[in-house]
């Protein structure tokens, strides 16, 4: 259930002077972030103090989705959404998404709870929607000023290589197809067609930013450095990653098939026949 809206207004989103983030709404998936959902929650909306603070939690063993009832229940600016059970990011993302679009949301963010994400890159990721200069702004660790932080030699050469194999095949242009941190104008996400879309972490990310592609969205990058999570264990695995390679193909093949159709189509229609 999302928690209700009418609860006491915290201290600090009711100074007339704090509006940055008004309309936007911050999706924060979580599954045993317990030790990390205090601290992160207060940096992001001391970054953005009028944003709301989506939580939404996989029903955690450890008792993040109580922790999450409970600052909902002190501060009006931040909602718990509860799921029955782990079923992949996607599908907490997309969740969460329905929710924010629902709740009126203007420009929707997604991000991790591990502080992965800078909770300080917020404003750069949200400007260019607001600005109209874009309809997804992704978070890029692979264009000039971005990077990663604390990852061992191989990863580093599995999230780029996902990339640029992603980039290739699906004739994409941003360079960071695998990251999470992003920003939605909320009318470009609810366009998307959610039924249907993948629910593994990496394969998620390439195939939003594909369908968005598709939607012919203007598609932004800004740099970020991400950083490897401060507590708790990672929850990539080499099935994730496998998965999202063979997505890839699926969808070039998909997409192929339909290209190729559509052609038949119209070769059949200037026939004559």
């Known amino acids: 259930m999302t928690a209700r809206p009418d609860h006491p207004q915290h201290a600090a989103a009711s100074d007339p002077q704090s509006s940055a983030g008004s309309g936007v709404w911050v999706v924060l998936p979580t599954y045993d972030e317990a030790d990390n959902l205090g ?6 909306l001391a970054v953005l103090p009028a944003a709301t603070l989506l939580v939404v939690d996989d029903n955690s063993p450890d008792g993040t989705g109580r922790l999450a009832d409970g600052l909902a229940a002190a501060d009006a600016r931040i909602r718990a959404h509860h799921r029955a059970a782990k079923e992949g990011l996607g599908r907490a993302y997309l969740d969460g998404f329905r929710v924010a679009i629902d709740g009126a949301a203007a420009i929707v963010v997604q991000m991790d709870a591990d502080f992965s994400h800078d909770p300080a890159i917020l404003p750069a990721l949200v400007g260019p929607i607001e600005r109209d200069e874009a309809d997804l702004v992704i978070g890029s660790r ?16 599995v999230s780029r290589a996902g990339s640029v194999f992603a980039r290739t095949v699906l004739r994409l242009g941003p360079h960071d197809l695998t990251g999470g941190f992003k920003a939605w104008r909320a009318a470009t996400l ?6 249907g879309i993948h629910a ?3 394969v998620f990310q390439i195939e939003m930013t594909f369908r968005a592609s598709r939607a012919n969205a203007r598609i932004r990058e800004t740099p970020i ?3 490897d999570r401060r507590v708790g264990q990672s ?17 070039w093949f998909e997409e192929l098939r339909g290209w190729l159709g559509s052609r038949r189509r119209r070769d059949d229609g200037g026939s004559g026949n």
């Not at 601290?39 to 992001?44: C, E």
């Not at 990077?147 to 030699?153: F, H």
């Not at 609810?190 to 039924?195: A, V």
């Not at 695995?237 to 699926?250: K, P, Y």
């Open 39 to 44: 601290p992160i929650s207060s940096a992001i």
């Open 235 to 251: 929850k990539m695995s080499r099935r994730i990653i496998v998965e999202a390679l063979l997505v890839v193909v699926q969808l």
């Open 225 to 227: 450095v991400f950083r």
């Open 142 to 157: 692979y264009v000039r000023g971005g990077g990663v932080s604390d990852w061992p030699l191989a990863r580093r050469l």
């Open 190 to 195: 609810d366009s998307l067609p959610f039924d």
């Open 200 to 202: 593994g972490g990496y």
